[in-house]
């Protein structure tokens, strides 16, 4: 870790869902390993209730409404190996989320990744992306004692970076990632993976949000944010027919 406090503005990236579009393989991953356990009826509506939230949490939750005897490493253990090999043969990094990345980079702001898959799925899905080349430092919900919505995966990875959270900036998909960022006490950039959720209170709070999530998200949008008087708000989005609360 950097002991010396970071003085500028840093960048956490959620994974899955804002950096990535992992949700299929996700979803497909997950429906596979229900169906060893005689689960056959597991749609995408069931998989899109838990986008957001940690693989542990998830699994433990669907062990318990299937009744599913085996214990929960058991389970994580099969989803990932499951997931593993599905996101090395595709996984497409966001092409604006791309950019940001690499113009970040280029302007030597810091930057990490604060995700709830292991620590085997991000650096697998950062290698077949090529993000690690400009996202060495990670952090996975694995390594803290409580996933998100709890704030213990942004916290940790500021700590890895030295920075306080105060100066950290976080975007994000989903709204357990977006209630961790605020219980972090770090500003949000909210890029709803699901559309029809980007009206909810916790994305409405968000210090900039783009309502249509990816197809409307615009890099030069928060660099221009980030690039602005530290103090402020990063305020609406261009276009954003509301103000953050």
Known sequence: MNSAHTPGPCVLFDLDGTLVDSEPNYYEAGRRLLARYGVRDFGWDDHARFIGVGTRETLTTLRAEYGIEAPVDELLAGKNALYLELAGRSTEAFPE??????????RGVPMAVASGSSRAVIAATLAVTGLDAH???????????????????????ARRLGAEPASCVVLEDAVPGVEAARAAGMRCVAVPYVEAEADDPAFRAADLLFPHGQREFDADAVLE????DWNRP???APGAPYRPS
């Open 97 to 106: 989320m791309r950019v940001l990345v690499e113009r970040l980079h280029g």
């Open 135 to 157: 996202l060495p430092l990670y952090v996975s919900a694995e390594e803290v004692a409580h996933g998100k919505p709890a704030p213990d995966v942004f916290l940790e990875a």
């Open 225 to 228: 944010r980030l690039a602005g």
């Open 234 to 236: 990063l305020g609406p």
